[in-house]
């Protein structure tokens, strides 16, 4: 799919701002704090219903207005597609598709495509598994979006359950609870326990399942990237090779989907269990751990406590990995959801999402920067933010558009050719 226009009405640094694009490379370019991650977040925001800097909106909209509006222009599938959604912290937000009023906000996902790369991304190898939860849970949205609906119904049950371990953790402790209907307090909340448990192991199993599924699926695909960005010597396997030969390819990286339910079971790494399996292995550890759950006043089983664990030479990443190889993994991730979403998931026959890259030349070291170039040249739309031109390396070929961003305004260069 390709972005055609943009135009932001009090988001972040901008009243307004009105941008046109071209297929092909854009390049974002401007002094630090000009505005040019601003345009590519609001982007990522039409695709994911998040920011990839904040988790809550208020930041986004404009300072002293109360509404942001982010209109886009798109074509897919060669026809065109116009999203508009509007954001108003405190507020539900409220979004348009083709000028229609959407019900409901999840509805916009999977509408969307793009692939975003950013700085912030060196978490995902580094940081907490919070973060590799979310990587899964919006690429999952992007591909299949009634997942959004089971994570929103699991979060909900999640609280509720959580609450009520807090409730009986203080019975326990001694603390007089309200009888309900003439029943101690305690057997009150066991039995509501009970429907919670089960509630949470059907939308978690769901949840657990299409996130192991999604995984497994990325592997080949990042070990294939991994190799293709890593500076080893002769390590590019080259360009292109068909997803079905990806998982032939001898990668020291990989990821595979940590979860106790699934230790539970035994389940073999790359295996993909049914969901019933899942519901009951699940149900059970949360039955057999009420204990320790009032206890703590904590649900500790389910895929809110899961990981994506990220591999290198058969070690976890995590500590294992180099700054520069932290870097590779990263950025092989999220080629590796490029892919995933351009080679497996085309479904309306121009399924290539955009490719974001933000900021993210400037941290690489030049041979890496020659490659990501390289392989991003044949994308069919390229977003790039830089603060130097220079940063943007020889390898991308073709034309480039470029727009100035700067003092709150972005003005189109024009465009050059580099082949
Ligand atoms: N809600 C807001 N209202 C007004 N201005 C904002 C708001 N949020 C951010 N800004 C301003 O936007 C600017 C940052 O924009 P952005 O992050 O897009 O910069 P950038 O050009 O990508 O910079 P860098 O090269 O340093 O990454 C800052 O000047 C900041 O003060």
Same mark, same amino acid.
């Given at each position: 799919?390709?972005?055609?226009?943009?135009?932001?009405?009090?988001?972040?640094?901008?009243? *307004?701002?009105?941008?046109?694009?071209?297929?092909?490379?854009?390049?974002? =370019?401007?002094?630090?704090? /000009?505005?040019?991650?601003?345009?590519?977040?609001?982007?990522?925001?039409?695709?994911?219903?998040?920011?990839?800097?904040?988790?809550?909106?208020?930041?986004?909209?404009?300072?002293?207005? @109360?509404?942001?509006?982010? *209109?886009?222009?798109?074509?897919?599938?060669?026809?065109?597609?116009? =999203?508009?959604?509007?954001?108003?912290?405190?507020?539900?937000?409220?979004?348009?598709?083709?000028?229609?009023?959407?019900?409901?906000?999840?509805?916009?996902?999977?509408?969307?495509?793009?692939?975003?790369?950013?700085?912030?991304?060196?978490?995902?190898?580094?940081?907490?598994?919070?973060? *590799?939860?979310?990587?899964?849970?919006?690429?999952?949205?992007?591909?299949?979006?009634?997942?959004? &609906?089971?994570?929103?119904?699991?979060?909900?049950?999640?609280? /509720? *359950?959580?609450?009520?371990?807090?409730?009986?953790?203080?019975?326990?402790?001694?603390?007089?609870?309200?009888?309900?209907?003439?029943?101690?307090?305690? #057997? &009150?909340?066991?039995?509501?326990?009970?429907?919670?448990? /089960?509630?949470?192991?059907?939308?978690?199993?769901?949840?657990?399942?299409?996130?192991?599924?999604?995984?497994?699926?990325?592997?080949?695909?990042?070990?294939?990237?991994?190799?293709?960005?890593?500076?080893?010597?002769?390590?590019?396997?080259?360009?292109?090779?068909?997803?079905? /030969?990806?998982?032939?390819?001898?990668?020291?990286?990989?990821?595979?989907?940590?979860?106790? =339910?699934?230790?539970?079971? %035994?389940?073999?790494? %790359?295996?993909?269990?049914?969901?019933?399996?899942?519901?009951?292995?699940?149900?059970?550890?949360?039955?057999?751990?009420? #204990?320790?759950?009032?206890?703590?006043?904590?649900?500790?089983?389910?895929?809110?406590?899961? #990981?994506?664990?990220?591999?290198?030479? #058969?070690?976890?990443?995590?500590?294992?990995?180099?700054?520069?190889? @932290?870097? @590779?993994?990263?950025?092989?991730?999220?080629?590796?959801?490029?892919?995933?979403?351009?080679?497996?998931?085309?479904?309306?026959?121009?399924?290539?999402?955009?490719?974001?890259?933000?900021? =993210?030349?400037?941290?690489?070291?030049?041979?890496?920067?020659?490659?990501?170039?390289?392989?991003?040249? &044949?994308?069919?739309?390229?977003?790039?933010?830089?603060?130097?031109?220079?940063?943007?390396?020889?390898?991308?070929? %073709?034309?480039?558009?470029?727009?100035?961003?700067?003092?709150?305004?972005?003005?189109?260069? %024009?465009?050059?050719?580099? &082949?």
């Amino acid at each position: 799919m390709q972005l055609t226009a943009l135009d932001l009405t009090d988001f972040r640094s901008y009243p *307004r701002l009105s941008l046109s694009f071209q297929p092909g490379i854009t390049v974002l =370019v401007g002094q630090n704090g /000009q505005g040019k991650t601003n345009i590519v977040e609001a982007l990522w925001y039409l695709a994911t219903l998040s920011s990839h800097r904040v988790p809550h909106d208020a930041a986004l909209v404009h300072r002293g207005e @109360s509404t942001a509006i982010i *209109r886009a222009s798109f074509v897919r599938a060669g026809r065109p597609l116009q =999203v508009d959604l509007e954001i108003t912290p405190g507020r539900s937000n409220r979004a348009r598709l083709q000028g229609q009023n959407v019900s409901r906000l999840r509805d916009l996902l999977g509408e969307v495509r793009a692939v975003l790369f950013a700085p912030e991304d060196l978490g995902l190898v580094k940081a907490d598994p919070e973060g *590799r939860r979310r990587f899964l849970d919006e690429l999952l949205f992007e591909i299949a979006p009634r997942f959004a &609906s089971v994570k929103a119904d699991y979060d909900r049950v999640l609280k /509720q *359950r959580g609450n009520l371990l807090k409730q009986m953790r203080s019975l326990r402790r001694g603390g007089s609870g309200r009888s309900v209907a003439g029943l101690d307090p305690a #057997d &009150s909340a066991a039995s509501t326990l009970e429907v919670w448990d /089960q509630q949470l192991a059907r939308f978690g199993a769901e949840l657990l399942r299409a996130r192991l599924h999604l995984v497994n699926r990325l592997s080949p695909h990042l070990g294939y990237s991994y190799l293709r960005v890593s500076t080893d010597e002769g390590a590019d396997p080259g360009l292109d090779l068909p997803p079905d /030969q990806r998982g032939d390819v001898n990668s020291p990286a990989s990821i595979r989907y940590r979860s106790s =339910v699934l230790e539970e079971l %035994g389940a073999p790494v %790359g295996s993909l269990p049914g969901t019933r399996e899942i519901q009951d292995a699940m149900l059970e550890m949360l039955v057999t751990g009420h #204990d320790e759950e009032i206890d703590r006043g904590a649900t500790l089983t389910g895929p809110h406590r899961d #990981d994506m664990e990220i591999r290198l030479h #058969d070690f976890p990443a995590k500590g294992y990995a180099s700054h520069g190889e @932290s870097w @590779s993994l990263a950025l092989a991730l999220r080629l590796a959801s490029y892919d995933l979403l351009r080679l497996e998931e085309g479904d309306l026959g121009d399924g290539e999402p955009i490719l974001i890259l933000d900021d =993210v030349f400037s941290e690489l070291d030049t041979r890496r920067r020659e490659r990501l170039g390289r392989i991003v040249t &044949s994308a069919s739309q390229v977003l790039i933010t830089t603060a130097n031109d220079s940063d943007i390396p020889d390898s991308l070929d %073709g034309e480039i558009h470029v727009i100035e961003v700067s003092l709150g305004d972005a003005v189109p260069r %024009g465009s050059g050719s580099r &082949s």
